[in-house]
């Protein structure tokens, strides 16, 4: 049984009788030694499952371990092999390199095995991708993206770290050198495609994908959040999970030029805010329009967006005051607000 295990450190046994450890492949050594090394033939070890290939390097990553020579020799042979694993195996094993710790180092000796060509080919298209210094002074848009695991505090969401690992994953095919500085034109759109697909491939459940999706949607917004009405503001602070939005942003400004001031402003103003200001009772509902004569159709969610509006941004206060605001903005005698 000891012999058919992957790795020597998970080759101990421990005798119920006598307490004592026994050690029949040198696991003790390796374990002193910090090193990560395949029971008896790397090769064949790794041919029984070769998920044991992603295993080996989150180990290593996760403790701080080194791969033995002959395994990671292994490793790197086989690695073209690994998508003969199911992608919910490859998915939970990237999953837990990713929100254990040491996500960084994790997927450079994915990078440097070969593996991450065969699981996540879009990351391992960043390398060399540059960016403009102003803003990134720290390189390309793979070092910014290890940079930012390497800030992921573990344990973390496996949403925020998928959403970290894939929030610039559409830099490369939109990267342009224009006459002012090197740009990335629709990269969050691009991005979101591009994660969408990935999110398909390691088959992440719908609930899980629509938060990466999110994260990689929303994450240029932060830019622009001294300047949004309020009623915009409020919209984005009480998206879903928005915490994970806040602390993907706050990695994002560690990982490139170190600014948080946009993080800090966000954070406090939401904190600020009481849930019923960001999150009113609706003034009107559907029904109301409805008695007031207006013909239910497509127009019915642009209405109550406009009266939200208003009342995210304080300008209406009840019922009464809204209802004005809509017969004013959208007569019923316009042809294009009800049908005759």
């Given at each position: 049984d000891v012999q058919?295990?992957?790795?020597?450190?998970?080759?101990?046994?421990?005798?119920?009788?006598?307490?004592?450890?026994?050690?029949?492949?040198?696991?003790?050594?390796?374990?002193?030694?910090?090193?990560?090394?395949?029971?008896?033939d790397p090769e064949q070890r790794f041919a029984e499952d070769k998920l044991r290939m992603l295993r080996a390097v989150r180990f290593?990553?996760?403790?701080?371990?080194?791969?033995?020579?002959?395994?990671?020799?292994?490793?790197?042979?086989?690695?073209?092999?690994?998508?003969?694993?199911?992608?919910?195996?490859?998915?939970d094993e990237l999953t837990k390199v990713l929100t254990e710790g040491h996500a960084r180092g994790g997927f450079l000796l994915l990078d440097e095995s070969g593996l991450l060509h065969e699981v996540l080919p879009e990351i391992e298209a960043m390398k060399g991708v540059a960016q403009p210094p102003q803003f990134h002074p720290e390189g390309d848009v793979f070092v910014h993206t290890l940079l930012l695991l390497q800030h992921l505090p573990p344990p973390c969401s496996p949403t925020l770290a998928w959403g970290a690992l894939l929030h610039d994953v559409g830099k490369p095919p939109t990267f342009r050198i224009a006459p002012d500085r090197i740009r990335f034109d629709d990269h969050v759109d691009v991005g979101v495609r591009m994660a969408e697909e990935v999110c398909r491939r390691l088959r992440f459940s719908n609930e899980d994908t629509k938060q990466i999706l999110a994260l990689v949607d929303n994450h240029m917004r932060f830019a622009d959040v001294q300047r949004m009405k309020e009623s915009t503001f409020k919209r984005f602070v009480r998206l879903p999970h928005f915490d994970e939005h806040l602390e993907l942003h706050r990695l994002d400004c560690l990982a490139s030029h170190g600014d948080l001031s946009l993080y800090e402003f966000t954070r406090h103003k939401r904190a600020a805010m009481p849930q019923s200001v960001m999150r009113p009772i609706p003034l009107l509902t559907g029904e109301d329009l409805i008695s007031a004569g207006y013909k239910p159709g497509p127009q019915f969610k642009q209405i109550l967006a406009a009266v939200e509006d208003g009342q995210l941004e304080g300008r209406l206060q009840n019922q009464q005051e809204a209802m004005n605001m809509v017969l004013r903005e959208f007569p019923l005698s316009a042809p294009t607000q009800a049908q005759r």
């Open positions: 058919r295990r992957d790795f020597t450190i998970n080759g101990l046994l421990l005798d119920p009788i006598t307490d004592q450890v026994l050690d029949f492949v040198g696991g003790r050594e390796d374990l002193g030694a910090n090193i990560i090394r395949a029971i008896g290593a990553a996760r403790f701080n371990y080194t791969i033995e020579p002959a395994t990671f020799a292994a490793v790197r042979k086989l690695a073209s092999q690994i998508l003969q694993v199911s992608r919910e195996r490859i998915r």
